[in-house]
């Protein structure tokens, strides 16, 4: 279990004069009540503070300090397009369609069309906490949980609030809040964000042209959730409204997304230790991009796509049960979820204007059912045990296309109706011969449906054009993994070591290729090997002194691909062979607190050919903060201090794009 304790993520900070460290709090991601010390797979536990800490800008940067954890590409959800929001865990198959399951109090946070996240629409001032579960242990969640899950939790609502203002370089500028009332007849709270930066360029100054912009962003969101308990049921509603755009760095580049979400949650408790929970949802988002072609010279820039609309829908449910005997606990459980989504956008821009318009989409419903067990064999050894089954239905696939001058149609395609039914499977073990050693191995299998996006959206960036593919498979996961961990006085330390096979990982496949165009295909790859390692240590000199240090080694190699044979033996594109975390954090004088942390990422490839290097990158952060009291906090942030250039993508023609420059924020936080 890589705990909190590890030091991958900052320890919960005590107020002043205090030296306890408060204890985070665990959202079980196998949803169940088993305890950290009883998971045979890799998890991260995650404190509320770790979320809403000060330094970083973004949920997904706090995510960031797991070596384990990463986006599609190196940049964070502060500039990147929202279609590069992927998330990945060990690296398993990165790309912009997470193949992990992102969840907010069971919810999927995934979008329905594209599979990518929005971690700007989380509150994160109401967060209780969290789980990481790496790798392909997350066989009670099925579809979308291929290469591990995280689970975030809002907290329950108290009376009183706090907020926090931020700006920054680059025109960054933050404000959010959070505030409840409690009353005998039940709880309100309301959460609200308003977020904007003009951003910095992705370009060195020499490479940049006329039609060069910042990466700006802004975003607005605005949560209400009310919880009333009645006899033996809590009942929970929330409802949450987002809206987002930005500028993708050129002229006429941008994108915007909106999303509106609905839930229901009702959980309850009975004698003889068994609990129930239910949970309902419904998810209405649209989102549109601009996306052009640009010139050698970067003076002009000619529209390739116009993506003016893509309505995406989610619907889903769950009930689960739990009961703890003797000697043994059980939880059983079932959801639905089903998604509907299209593309409809303009294309084929000649003489000045569009000629096409396309309307490319289709509907997916899922049903699946799960039990999981976790007994004693014997002292200090215990045994768990996931069945997950699954039923999918891939239907109402279309892509129809008319010239935009007439109205007449060049393409009617009606793709028929696939089925399947998938397994997933999970069976560990946890054994502790002594106080400080804990052993644990599991093996397990999980599967992924490609997204609607995957299926039947075609598009362009600059001279590259990617064709849909209505025949992909579903991706399988087979994987095992084997970990220790140790823990004695101020060190404690855990290492685990995996091994996973994914057959028919959704990649792309050259179909064409000339100076002037290449055209691909996303297609599945016969299989991927994915073997590594990760490790975590921390060591505490004293109450007021940590050291933390996390290192993920990975190697993932195209072990078979018929489409491409040339791709046998490559690494996976986006996936470095090393990612090391390390931070000092510590109490000064004056109540002053202070970390110095450090990420280094190896060099990686941005083509599956292995062509195209990206140098590997070290990032350094400072920060110290400040508490006047129990109501009063401020902080100062340096980011990249160094102003290392951190390249997130390079070109054909060898330009590179860049990750944040440094970046020197602050703010305060008020507490009520």
């Known amino acids: 279990m890589l705990t909190l304790c590890a030091g991958l993520l900052p320890v919960a900070r005590p107020a002043r004069g205090q030296t306890s460290v408060l204890a985070p709090v665990i959202v079980s991601d196998s949803r169940t009540s088993q305890s950290a010390a009883d998971t045979p797979v890799a ?44 998330v990945s865990l060990r690296d398993i198959g990165p790309s912009g369609a997470s193949r992990s399951l992102v969840l907010l109090d069971g919810v999927p946070l995934n979008d329905p069309f594209g599979g990518w996240v929005l971690w700007s629409a989380v509150p994160r001032l109401s967060l209780s906490g969290g789980e990481i579960e790496h790798g392909g242990g997350s066989s009670v969640w099925g579809d979308g949980a291929l290469a591990g899950s995280i689970s975030l939790a809002r907290a329950e609502p108290a009376t009183g609030g706090q907020a926090d203002f931020e700006a920054g370089a680059f025109g960054t500028r933050s404000a959010e809040v959070e505030a409840g009332a409690v009353t005998s007849q039940g709880s309100l709270r309301v959460d609200a964000r308003d977020f904007s930066t003009d ?53 006429l580049q941008d994108n915007t997304t909106h999303e509106d979400q609905v839930s229901l949650s009702l959980r309850g408790t009975m004698p003889a230790g068994f609990d129930w929970n239910a949970l309902g949802y419904v998810e209405r988002e649209s989102f549109s991009s601009f996306f052009t072609s640009v010139s050698a010279n970067r003076a002009t820039e000619t529209p390739a796509n116009n993506q003016f609309d893509v309505p995406a829908t989610a619907g889903g449910a769950s009930v689960t049960a739990h009961w703890t005997g003797a000697e043994a606990s059980t939880t059983v459980g079932a959801d639905v979820r089903q998604v509907e989504g299209e593309t409809r956008e303009d294309f084929s821009f000649a003489s000045g204007a569009f000629t ?61 109706s696939k089925t399947g039914v998938e397994a997933s499977p999970n069976l560990g073990l946890v054994w502790q011969p002594s106080k400080p050693w804990r052993l644990r191995a599991a093996a397990y299998r999980g599967f992924r449906l490609p997204t609607l996006n995957e299926y039947y959206r075609p598009f362009r960036v600059g001279t590259v054009t990617t064709e849909a593919n209505p025949n992909l498979t579903v991706e399988d996961l087979y994987g095992a993994e084997t970990g220790v961990s140790y823990t004695a006085g101020p060190l404690e330390f855990t290492g685990t070591a995996f091994a996973d096979e994914l057959y028919h990982a959704v990649g792309t496949v050259t179909l064409s290729e000339t100076p002037a165009a290449t055209t691909v ?101 400072f920060e110290v903060s400040r508490s006047f009291g129990r109501r009063l906090s401020a902080f100062l942030a340096l980011e990249n201090a160094f102003n290392a250039e951190v390249a997130a993508s390079l070109s054909a023609t060898g330009l590179f794009t860049y990750d944040a420059p440094r970046l020197l924020r602050g703010g305060v936080r008020v507490r009520w």
């Not at 509320?48 to 954890?69: C, N, V």
């Not at 470095?576 to 970390?595: F, S």
């Open 356 to 416: 096409g318009i396309r309307f490319a989409g289709g509907a997916q419903d899922f049903a699946g059912v799960f039990v999981h067990q976790d007994r004693a064999l014997a002292p200090g050894l215990r045994i768990s045990a996931d069945l997950r089954l699954d039923d999918w239905t891939n239907r109402s696939g279309h892509d129809r296309e008319y010239k935009l001058a007439t109205g007449a149609p060049t393409l009617l395609a009606d793709y028929p």
């Open 199 to 251: 951003g910095f360029y992705d370009l060195l100054p020499a490479d940049r042209g006329a039609v060069d912009r910042p990466l700006n962003s802004e975003h607005q969101l605005a949560e209400v959730s009310y919880e009333r308990p009645f006899d033996a049921v809590t009942a929970t509603v929330t409802g949450s409204v987002f809206d987002e755009s930005r500028g993708n760095g050129t002229v």
């Open 43 to 86: 998890s991260l536990e995650i404190s509320a503070q770790d979320l809403a800490a000060f330094p970083a800008i973004t949920l997904d940067d706090a995510l960031r300090a797991d070596p384990s954890f990463s986006l599609f590409r190196r940049t964070s959800s502060l500039t990147s397009n929202p279609t590069s929001q992927g």
């Open 521 to 621: 295909q996303r297609q599945n790859l016969d299989s991927v090997r994915t073997r590594g390692f990760e490790t975590s240590a921390r060591w505490t000199l004293s109450p007021a002194l940590h050291l933390r240090l996390g290192y993920l080694y990975d190697e993932s190699i195209v072990t078979k691909s018929l489409a491409e044979p040339l791709l046998d033996g490559l690494r996976l594109p986006e996936v470095p062979r090393g990612t090391v975390t390390a931070a000092v954090e510590g109490d000064g004088p004056a109540g002053l607190h202070g970390e110095a942390r450090v990420r280094w990422v190896g060099m990686q490839f941005d083509d599956a050919e292995n062509t195209l290097r990206l140098p590997s990158a070290t990032v350094v952060d």
